[in-house]
């Protein structure tokens, strides 16, 4: 009886792994991954749509991206009328990365349309937020019909961005950082920008948001100078083009620059409240790596003191620049109104931040020193 | 009913009333305490596993004051045989009301996340088969199955680890903003996450080593505590209070959120780690709920029983049809854990009065 019963009760454990699947399944060979997404805007309020995926079929020739275009007025039902179209069924799974056209951005529509991401768990949560300066639909179709000479753009733009990151050329935004920053009081998010330039698609820097919309663009330099007052340059590559010290025959180019691989030590942001204005001082301690200079002059400690001097006052100025670029733009995504809620939050309630910020008197300290110069002297 | 087969040891226990703790309790408990006190959920979390601490203490000191008995026969000895009877009738229907609800919280996950399509008859009779077949077996496999909460515990905390450094600490600032009144908002969402300590009034005249219940059962609320406090932080200092209200499952986020290398698809590795955990919430709520009608009615047809059971908690899981209907339903399932818990406490200090079966023997 106890025999009987075991081998009834183990049957029954099987059966579900061998029909596991039965509602839910997915024949890979019938399904095409949903790789890349441009979302632009479309007249009467509703959003262009343009889906780019990958051809696995060995039948098609010639053709590496399957890509259908619509107009739509929500993203899912985009799928709908796909599926309609597509040669294979569609599966979101895969989907990489999700480009905005700036006008969209500009409109504060993204994290509305991200929802679709949290919401469908089928949906990839890591997917890149980009912004596109152009056109995401003719960037999409520019690159598979033009850049023959390129992966496909999914695979290409993915790994620009990831190089870009490490390079502190961008901050990585993904859709759950996207979304959860859009909601944080306090804190603004921003994007990797990209565009199409001559064959190739370019990482341009960052676009910056104020309260949800794109209020702003800034070049991959004061990115990375905006990433090591968010978070840290540490175990990046970011390569710093700074002037140096010249006399007056050096006019060439080479003659005038070096480009510093710069390391950060540590940041250090101090925020008081001083006649009902916010003061903030951003304290940043960074190394550097002449990875490129002039044939001469650096074996010397003087000239090494004062080449350090004259780039970290390039950093301190170039950092103040971009602090009061923000500022004007209302765009903080360093996240010092989150610091004010949480060390001053009677006055962060008391006060619309993004207008307090603007009034902020924010003052950047930069500590550079020339530490490394390979092997010339 | 082959009593060894149910003897279980007080470290047993102690797995098991973690798992059923945290099975169930942890899917919800971040974001249902950012919608009642913000970013303060975590103090919430420790405040009240004090207080079960407490009241966990107390049921042990009633249950060491009757020698090897449970709170049916209790009843019986302090609220007489008939209103006794219908004390023990409510509690097991109390139980039997969780084994439905977590079984459905728990369908609900595989539907979210997993499995749209599969109706929610197939997957709850799915679910049921192996809870089933352990708890035909009796309390002591269950128990034993129970140990995988640590593991699953430990896989959490693994994850924790790996989003570190993506956590921003000052989501969690200015600490305690909510004041009293998010605590007592969130006695609620708190007390449904650490219901499951109560089963130690049922099964208690099944541990072996009694002299050592009481450390066991307070180390698993202490674990549970812990864990909660750990999740709560971990969770509202990387979402933030205000995305946090936004999500159901922020745990299951969590994981989608996390980029790992080669797997990629954190979510899957995660849910595939977290399920046995969950079902063991519904097994431990399962078996004790059976082994509670088993041993009320004598029962000793013993395969029937356990088909009608199961059967009828497949039918009764099933009442609930959407998220917003299980959280009414989970309120109700939470009042009555409170007033089950209350009422062990007015038993303790009523077994003061009426001394009748008293025996102390620890």
Not at chain 1, 158 to 167: C, G, K
Not at chain 1, 212 to 240: F, H, R
Not at chain 2, 220 to 236: D, E, G, P, Q
């Amino acid at each position: 009886m106890y025999k009987r019963i075991k081998k009834t009760f183990l049957l029954l454990i099987i059966i579900p792994f061998i029909l596991c699947g039965c509602w839910d399944e997915v024949i890979v060979e019938k399904i095409s991954f949903l790789t890349i997404l441009g979302i632009e805007r479309a007249p009467q309020g509703n959003l262009e749509v343009t889906y780019g995926m990958p051809l696995i079929d060995p039948d098609v020739k010639g053709s590496r991206v399957e890509i259908l275009d619509t107009q739509t007025n929500l993203l899912r039902m985009s799928t709908e009328s796909f599926d309609k179209r597509a040669s294979k069924e569609l599966l979101a799974g895969k989907i990489q990365l999700f480009l905005y056209s700036k006008e969209l951005a500009g409109e504060g529509r993204i994290a509305g349309i991200n929802s679709v991401l949290e919401r469908d768990k089928t949906n990839a949560m890591l997917t890149w937020i980009i912004v596109v300066d152009g056109s995401p639909r003719s960037l999409i179709h520019q690159s598979e019909e033009n850049f023959k000479d390129k992966p496909i753009t999914s695979t290409y733009v993915n790994s620009l961005l990831e190089r870009a990151v490490r390079i502190g050329n961008i901050n990585e935004t993904r859709a759950f950082n996207y979304d959860l920053i859009s909601m944080a009081p306090g804190i603004d998010n921003t994007t990797p920008m990209i565009k199409i330039a001559d064959n190739a698609i370019e990482v341009t820097g960052s676009a910056l948001f104020s309260e949800e919309k794109m209020v702003g663009s800034i070049n991959a330099q004061d990115s990375g100078l905006l990433i090591a007052m968010m978070k840290t340059l540490k175990n990046k590559k970011y390569i710093y083009n700074a002037r140096i010290p010249a006399s007056a025959k050096e006019t060439y180019s080479e003659k005038l620059s070096s480009a510093i691989h710069l390391s950060q030590n540590s940041k250090k942001i101090s925020i008081s409240i001083k006649n009902n204005k916010p003061v903030v001082d951003i304290y940043l301690d960074l190394t550097g790596y002449a990875d490129d200079y002039k044939w001469d002059h650096l074996n010397n400690q003087n000239e090494v003191i004062k080449v350090s001097n004259y780039v970290q006052e390039q950093l301190r100025q170039d950092c103040q620049k971009l602090i009061g670029y923000m500022q004007f733009k209302e765009s903080d995504p360093i996240g010092i109104g989150d610091m004010v809620r949480a060390k001053h939050n009677s006055y962060f309630k008391s006060v619309d931040w993004h207008t307090a910020y603007k009034g902020a008197t924010i003052t950047a300290h930069v500590k550079f020193n020339l530490i490394e110069y390979g092997d010339i002297q | 009913m082959d009593k060894r087969k149910n003897n279980i040891t007080s470290a047993q226990l102690m797995g098991l009333i973690v798992s059923i703790q945290v099975g169930v309790g942890m899917t919800g408990l971040p974001s249902n305490l950012a919608t009642v006190c913000g970013h303060d959920g975590w103090i919430s979390v420790l405040i009240y596993g004090i207080i079960i601490t407490a009241v966990i203490a107390l049921i042990i000191k009633l249950m060491n004051r009757y020698n090897n008995k449970s709170i049916y026969e209790i009843n019986k000895f302090l609220y007489g045989k008939y209103l006794g009877g219908l004390l023990n009738l409510l509690i097991v229907l109390y139980l039997w009301y969780s084994v439905c609800l977590c079984l459905r919280s728990y369908i609900n996950v595989i539907h979210a996340d997993l499995l749209r399509s599969t109706p929610s008859f197939v997957l709850c009779v799915f679910t049921l088969i192996p809870t089933c077949y352990l708890a035909w077996y009796g309390l002591k496999y269950i128990t034993r199955f129970a140990q995988m909460i640590y593991l699953s515990i430990g896989f959490c905390l693994i994850l924790y680890v790996l989003v570190f450094s993506e956590l921003r600490f000052n989501f969690l600032m200015p600490i305690a903003q909510s004041g009293i009144e998010g605590i007592k908002a969130s006695f609620t969402p708190c007390i449904f996450a650490f219901l499951g300590y109560d089963v130690i009034s049922i099964i208690y005249p099944e541990i072996t080593n009694k002299q050592k219940a009481m450390k066991f059962a307070i180390g698993s609320n202490i674990i549970t505590t812990i864990f909660f406090v750990i999740l709560v932080l971990v969770t509202t200092s990387f979402f933030g209070e205000e995305m946090l209200k936004k999500s159901i499952y922020p745990m299951i986020k969590l994981s989608r959120s996390y980029r790992a290398p080669i797997i990629e698809r954190m979510d899957v590795l995660f849910i595939s780690v977290w399920l046995p955990a969950m079902a063991m919430s519904i097994g431990g709520y399962f078996s004790v709920t059976y082994y509670s009608i088993r041993k009320l009615l004598n029962l000793k047809k013993k395969v029937i029983y356990l088909i009608v059971f199961t059967l009828i908690t497949i039918l009764l899981s099933n009442v609930p049809k959407s998220i917003s209907n299980i959280k009414v339903y989970t309120n109700i399932m939470t009042i009555s854990g409170i007033i089950f818990s209350i009422f062990l406490v007015i038993c303790y200090l009523f077994s003061f009065i009426r001394k009748k079966g008293v025996n102390p023997h620890v």
